[in-house]
């Protein structure tokens, strides 16, 4: 008995081994510092027609900007960007989302700036709050950027 499972024991070992070995870099995601963000009203010409999504009720557009701090010594592509918004009441205005939007490259040690445009409801009073923004991307780009006319299928 014991002299078959020894080989299959062995070429189990082996197939590990290999496949440990073998294996592609891990995707880890890269934490990016976010500082001196801050908003503004949108310019006219974005902010025209807007209405808050889910609804036809009106809606304020605002413009979030800060800077974003790449320290690792890659550079970042598709950082997403995480925060809290609130009102003026301290309620918060985007109460299932906190991913606001994305930012497309950081290059290795430097500092970025980013700009999120956001719709809030126009009846949530201002001066708006922003908190726990924070960000992460990676290390290579990992969304398609081919067009619906390049695509063949269509």
Do not use: H
């Not at 010594?73 to 809290?84: E, L």
């Not at 009846?123 to 726990?132: A, D, R």
């Amino acid at each position: 008995m014991r002299s078959r499972f020894l080989p299959n024991i062995i070429i189990s070992s082996l197939i590990a081994i290999v496949t440990w070995l073998w294996s592609s870099p891990a995707w880890a995601l890269i934490p990016i510092k976010l500082y001196d963000v801050d908003y503004k009203d949108c310019p006219p010409s974005l902010s025209t027609g807007i209405i808050s999504s889910g609804s036809s009720m009106g809606a304020n557009c605002f413009i979030i900007s800060g800077k974003a701090q790449n320290a690792s010594g890659k550079n970042v592509y598709d950082a997403d960007v995480y925060g809290r918004i609130y009102d003026a009441n301290n309620n918060n205005v985007m109460q299932n989302r906190t991913r606001l939007g994305s930012i497309p490259e950081i290059p290795a040690l430097t500092t970025t700036d980013f700009e999120i445009r956001v719709s809030i409801p126009a009846n949530l009073p201002t001066p708006l709050k922003l908190k726990q923004f924070k960000s992460s991307g990676f290390p290579s780009k990992i969304r398609w950027e081919q067009t619906i006319e390049e695509f063949e299928g269509f």
